[in-house]
């Protein structure tokens, strides 16, 4: 499923702009904890799910390889995590949806969990 399927799906948007929107993603991860995120082993094409806000997450996902963070509850990205994001290609987007709901939506429309 494409990035900009997904945003769809969970009534998000997209807050930064970058040439790889239409990506393909297949797992999804959900976490608050960045260490967890950093044990991720896995190939290309994971969303994280996060409610954590802020540029410490950005750097998280950049390490970890990934290229889209969704920031769930209502959260909102800041100035310097939209900058920090859009200098690495990373995708951050917004839903007021929980992680569960979030999870539950991805999960029914084929998206797999890593673990």
Known sequence: MNIKEIVQLI??????????IDGEILYAFAS???SDVLTINHPTGIVLL??????QTIRTVEMAGL???????GKKATVDMISIAQENDI?????????FRT???LYNAGIKSIF
């Open 103 to 105: 999870s539950a939506i």
């Open 50 to 55: 996060t409610g954590l806000a802020n540029v």
């Open 32 to 34: 608050d904890l960045m």
């Open 11 to 20: 009534e998000g948007n997209i807050v930064t702009e970058s040439p790889s």
């Open 67 to 73: 290229n889209l963070v969704i920031l769930v509850r």
């Open 91 to 99: 995708i951050i987007a917004e839903t007021k949806y929980s992680t």
